[in-house]
């Protein structure tokens, strides 16, 4: 069974339950997908699909990956990423369509993404140092402070939180809800938010260490005195 | 908004009158207590309508027993059973936030003539 679909992140909104419970929402378009290859044990060591997005636009390929295609039989596309393949259901074959109904509502999954890029950020914004005091006569703002000691051992140690490039790295949301799933439309909702803008591509798998879907708890009246 | 968002927002859009701010609006507000629902009526001033699809919301300010009130509905919630508009008023911003400042006769507004 293949665990994963690619999608490309639309953006949020809300959603109201009967009850007037508000969620956050990011709407993910997810798949169709095909699969452009099935990597098993015995050739590549692990089991997995590779994937392809499957785009109004069609792609112009070099010879090389056009000859990947065309042996899987699929046509070409711009976007492929790998997927684990989980025992259960039936094994897939190169060629084979995948879209949102393999997720149900209710069901929990992971998201992942490319992260925005915010450039070159100081410690304050990309380690969440607490920075100094702004007026008072304080001339300590958003420095990073004292990086280490001096004559010994007479370097930074390694890993030293500083100023840097932040963000534009590959992040993985887990255990998001899927509020709904509208395969007419290759539509998934999701609680909470998702790494990237608007457009970004995001491969969205089943949940590797799915919590438990919390069931409201119904409150019994206590026997008893008051 | 992006067409996709449109489209996911369109099924929870419900009929609203057609309202805006400084109208008088009767909000029935669905209330559950335990396992009856009741319905609760927040009557006031409209100060501010939020707009954006199903994410729209609207802000009614009353004064109960010389305290101001103010009370932020989602424009689209289940909850609200309906909003009837009682009076509008003659206008001259989209934001009424300086009413908060003003209290008793200077905080009175001008009918208009609904059509």
Sequence with gaps: MVTGLIGRKVGMTQLFTADGTVFPATVLKAGPCVVAQVKTVDGDGYEAVQLGLVEAKPTKENKASTGHFKKAGVPPTRVRREVRVRAGGDSPKAGDQVNVSLFADGERVDVIGTSRGKGFQGVVKRHHFAGGRMSHGSMFHRAPGSIGASSFPSRVVKGMRMGGHMGDTRITTRNLKVLRVDAENNLLLVEGSVPGGPNSIVVIRKAIAAKPIRVAQVETKKKGKK | ?115
Excluded: C
């Excluded at chain 2, 927002?9 to 419900?14: F, I, M, V």
């Excluded at chain 2, 609207?58 to 289940?78: C, D, M, N």
């Design chain 2, 1 to 115: 908004m992006s067409a996709i968002v449109d489209l996911v927002e369109r099924g929870q859009l419900t009929e609203k009158p057609d309202m805006k701010s400084g109208d008088t609006v009767r909000v029935h507000v669905k209330i559950r207590e335990g396992d009856k629902e009741r319905v609760q009526i927040f009557e006031g001033i409209v100060i501010g309508m939020h707009r954006g699809g199903a994410r729209a919301s609207f802000t009614v300010r009353k004064v109960s027993f010389g305290q101001g009130v103010e009370r932020i509905f989602p424009l689209h919630s289940p909850t609200i059973a309906k909003v009837d508009v009682v009076r509008s008023s003659r206008v001259r911003r989209a934001k009424l936030y300086f009413l908060r400042g003003l209290k008793g006769k200077a905080a009175r507004m001008k009918e208009t003539k609904r059509a």
